[in-house]
């Protein structure tokens, strides 16, 4: 499967933004999808995920209650709907593909810039 995350841009703090992950490839209903951001000068880190079939959730203490996750395998789409933006949530966002039984996730979009101002 390939992966194209899209929807970044500048934003205000307290504002919102969505990100899109389009796939292309077959089965990307058996792929658990998350999103992962590497801030400036830092490492990357997960954000959260949504299982294949979007009933399991799963997000970063830091980002709970802000952003949310969600799929629609009709579109082969997954997205990433940001609220209340701090500016420590500037970074570049990576959407990633793992596969039903593998350990890793082995698929990744090219990032898109989310830069939010104070």
């Known amino acids: 499967v390939q992966l194209q995350a899209s929807g970044g841009g500048l934003v205000q703090a307290g504002g919102s933004l969505r990100l899109s992950c389009a796939a292309s490839g077959r089965s990307f209903s058996s792929y658990t999808v998350a999103w992962f951001r590497q801030p400036p000068g830092k490492e990357r880190e997960f954000v959260g995920s949504?299982?294949?079939?979007?009933?399991?959730?799963d997000y970063s203490n830091s980002v709970k209650g802000r952003f949310t996750i969600s799929r629609d395998n009709a579109k082969k789409t997954a997205y990433l709907q940001m609220n209340s933006l701090k500016p420590e949530d500037t970074a570049v966002y990576y959407c990633a593909a793992q596969k039903l039984g593998a350990l890793l996730f082995g698929y990744w979009g090219q990032g898109t810039l989310v830069t939010v101002s104070s």
């Open positions: 949504i299982g294949w079939s979007g009933g399991n959730t």
